[in-house]
C-alpha cells in the first residue's frame, strides 16, 4: 500500500515570497490533516479536511495560509507572503476518519521549509 | 494551552535495559492515545496505541499503559535497542473534531 506522498522535499525561499506543498493521501481516507512542526516541538494542527470539507482550520493563520483538498483526494497548502516564522516542517498525514473511529493517522514525509 | 504534554524534553539507556517515557494529558474527554515514533528527515511513524477502555496494551518490545485517574500514560521500551533511538512523540485523539494532539516530544537515545 502507498504511503502519504509529499512534495517537495525540501523549500528555501525570501520572506515575503510565496510557496505550495502538495501531498496525495493514502488512497480511500477520508480525512486529511496538515500540521507545521516547527523544531523542538510537536506537530500543530493547522488544517483539517473530511472528504472535501474543512472540519478544523482554527490554527490555520488565514491572512497568509491557505489550503485546499479538491474532490477530496490531493491537497494543497499555500503560504502567501512567507515570514521568517514559518520556516518548519509541514506534514501532511491522512486517516480513514470518520466519528467513532479511533484510529491512527498516517504521516508523509514532510516539507522542510527554511525562509530566509 | 497544550493539552497534551511530555515533560522530558530527552532520556538516555544503556541498550539492553528498559526506556520509560512519560506523558500526560489535561482533558478527561481523551479517549484515545497514540505513540509516534520520529526518525530525522522522516515523518512520525505510527507505534502503539490505547483507548481508555483498557489500562494496558502490548505489542512485542512496547508497552503503553494508560491511568485514567492520573490522566498519565507512559511507554515502555524493553529491551531498549540501537536503533530505537528516536523522537517520541505522544498524542489524543481529540473525540469531537477526530483531530490529534500532539506532545513536545522526547528524544530518546539508546548506548551501545
Known amino acids: 500500500e502507498a504511503g502519504v506522498a509529499q512534495s517537495p522535499r525540501y523549500k528555501i525561499i525570501e520572506k515575503r515570497q510565496s510557496v505550495a506543498f502538495w501531498c496525495n493521501p493514502i488512497s480511500g481516507h477520508a480525512t486529511l490533516y496538515w500540521y507545521q512542526q516547527i523544531l523542538g516541538q510537536g506537530p500543530k494542527l493547522l488544517i483539517q479536511f473530511q472528504n472535501n470539507g474543512v472540519v478544523d482550520d482554527s490554527q490555520l493563520p488565514k491572512d497568509r495560509f491557505s489550503a485546499e483538498r479538491l474532490k477530496g483526494v490531493d491537497s494543497t497548502l499555500k503560504i502567501q507572503p512567507a515570514k521568517l516564522e514559518d520556516s518548519a516542517v509541514y506534514l501532511c498525514?491522512?486517516?480513514?476518519?470518520?466519528?467513532?473511529?479511533?484510529?491512527?493517522?498516517?504521516f508523509g514525509q514532510g516539507t522542510r521549509l527554511t525562509v530566509v | 494551552d497544550q493539552q497534551v504534554k511530555q515533560n522530558s524534553p530527552s532520556l538516555s539507556v544503556q541498550e539492553g535495559r528498559i526506556s520509560i517515557l512519560n506523558c500526560d494529558y489535561t482533558n478527561s474527554m481523551f479517549d484515545y492515545f497514540l505513540w509516534y515514533k520520529k526518525y530525522p528527515a522522516e515523518g512520525p511513524t505510527f507505534l502503539i496505541s490505547i483507548s481508555s477502555i483498557k489500562d494496558k496494551n502490548e505489542d512485542g518490545r512496547f508497552t503503553v499503559f494508560l491511568n485514567k485517574s492520573a490522566k498519565h500514560l507512559s511507554l515502555h521500551i524493553v529491551p531498549s535497542q540501537p536503533g530505537d533511538s528516536a523522537v517520541y512523540f505522544c498524542?489524543?485523539?481529540?473525540?469531537?473534531?477526530?483531530?490529534?494532539?500532539f506532545g513536545t516530544g522526547t528524544r530518546l537515545k539508546v548506548l551501545a
Open positions: 498524542a489524543a485523539l481529540d473525540p469531537g473534531t477526530y483531530k490529534y494532539i
Open positions: 498525514a491522512s486517516s480513514p476518519g470518520g466519528v467513532g473511529l479511533n484510529t491512527e493517522a498516517f
